[in-house]
């Protein structure tokens, strides 16, 4: 199964500031999803994100508050910018591992928290 | 999207079996079955999926109506270790989609 890599695994960020969050894959894969889990909820899709094109944003998310890059098959990058606590979350890269029947894998989780 | 619902929560004894019910009437023909749990503090982890026929792995079994409008998530023998949400989601047969979260059942396991 793919093995996932978030950096940073936690981090308390100012009000206004962004953050990037890393996203790494020990192998190549075309499909990776990001995720949000506010405090207490279930998980949210924020976007698709396809190497060689642009993300897909699900409804509530747009691209100037969350950017995302997939510069290639084994990496991604989510931004979650111009903070506010209500972005207090845990944000998850997932990915589809072809090799492995399409199952969908995660990895740990960043734990924001914007004071 | 298809629909499923789970209880919110269950609890159940250290060493005995569980079963987690999932209801999902509008399952489509195309559409797999598949579980996942999350642990506290940790993303979350693939626990097994099906289409039609009962499935078992290292980590449990699933049984499947004939029917396929609900299912059961079954472990064997709860640890305390299994202790977490689990999330009956249902995926369409082609993948290159995203998992969609409901809100899953939280397992309390009582030692």
């Known amino acids: 199964s793919a093995v996932i890599s978030q950096k940073p695994s936690r981090d308390i960020c100012q009000r206004g500031t962004s953050l990037t969050i890393q996203c790494q894959v020990d192998?190549?894969?075309?499909?990776m999803f990001w995720y949000r889990q506010q405090p207490g909820q279930s998980l949210t899709l924020i976007a698709t994100?396809?190497?060689?094109?642009?993300?897909?944003?699900e409804s509530g998310f747009v691209i100037d508050k969350f950017p995302i890059s997939r510069p290639n098959l084994t990496f991604s990058t989510l931004t979650v910018s111009n903070m506010s606590p209500e972005d207090s979350s845990i944000y998850l890269c997932?990915?589809?591992?072809?090799?492995?029947?399409?199952?969908?894998?995660f990895g740990e989780g960043s734990w924001l928290t914007v004071v | 999207d298809a629909k499923t619902t789970q209880p919110n929560s269950m609890e159940s004894n250290e060493e005995e079996p569980v079963h987690l019910p999932c209801n999902h009437s509008?399952?489509?023909?195309?559409?797999?079955i598949h579980w996942y749990r999350q642990l506290p503090s940790q993303g979350p982890e693939y626990v097994i999926h099906?289409?039609?026929s009962n499935v078992n792995n290292r980590m449990a079994s699933l049984a499947i109506a004939e029917d396929r409008k609900s299912s059961t998530l079954i472990l064997h023998r709860a640890t305390l270790r299994d202790a977490a949400v689990y999330y009956c989601?249902?995926?369409?047969?082609?993948?290159?989609?995203?998992?969609?979260f409901g809100k899953g059942t939280r397992l309390s396991v009582i030692a």
């Open positions: 997932s990915v589809e591992d072809t090799g492995a029947g399409n199952t969908i894998y």
């Open positions: 509008t399952i489509s023909g195309t559409d797999y």
């Open positions: 994100a396809n190497q060689g094109s642009e993300a897909t944003y």
């Open positions: 989601i249902l995926r369409g047969d082609s993948g290159n989609t995203p998992l969609v």
């Open positions: 099906g289409l039609t």
């Open positions: 192998s190549q894969v075309t499909m």
